[in-house]
């Protein structure tokens, strides 16, 4: 196995996770109904994800500990975290550099890294 064809992250409340992904982070919806998922599409469809309602029992469990997702962006990532200050979304510390770009670190409400790089 080689590729990774598809993602979601299991959420406690969908809709508190599908304003947050919208307003906040910039996502669109991909337009695939499903009363216990919200598939999104970034960056003019390139990439897709999705939340979905929890598959097991999420009580009492600490979700996004050890998960990052990562989107790349057009554009300067400074701009971007002028933007996501400005929401007040959690940034997990300032623009970092890294082997692979600068990126920068947003915590979804389950407590997810949303990572977005600006590659080299």
């Given at each position: 196995?080689?590729?990774?064809?598809?993602a979601?992250l299991?959420?406690?409340?969908?809709?508190v996770?599908?304003e947050?992904y919208?307003?906040?982070?910039?996502?669109?919806e991909?337009?695939?109904?499903?009363?216990?998922?919200?598939?999104?599409?970034?960056?003019?469809?390139?990439?897709?994800f999705?939340i979905r309602?929890p598959i097991g029992?999420?009580?009492g469990?600490e979700?996004g500990i050890g998960a990052?997702?990562?989107f790349?962006?057009?554009?300067e990532?400074e701009?971007?975290q002028?933007?996501l200050?400005?929401k007040?979304v959690?940034?997990l510390?300032?623009?970092q550099?890294?082997?692979?770009?600068?990126?920068?670190?947003?915590?979804?409400?389950?407590?997810?890294?949303?990572t977005?790089?600006q590659a080299?």
């Amino acid at each position: 196995m080689r590729k990774l064809e598809f993602a979601s992250l299991q959420v406690r409340d969908l809709e508190v996770s599908k304003e947050f992904y919208i307003k906040k982070l910039g996502f669109e919806e991909a337009g695939i109904p499903n009363p216990q998922a919200c598939v999104f599409r970034y960056n003019k469809g390139e990439a897709s994800f999705a939340i979905r309602t929890p598959i097991g029992n999420l009580e009492g469990k600490e979700l996004g500990i050890g998960a990052s997702l990562w989107f790349a962006i057009d554009g300067e990532i400074e701009h971007l975290q002028a933007q996501l200050s400005a929401k007040n979304v959690t940034l997990l510390g300032p623009v970092q550099v890294t082997p692979f770009g600068k990126i920068i670190i947003a915590k979804d409400p389950d407590g997810y890294n949303i990572t977005f790089l600006q590659a080299n």
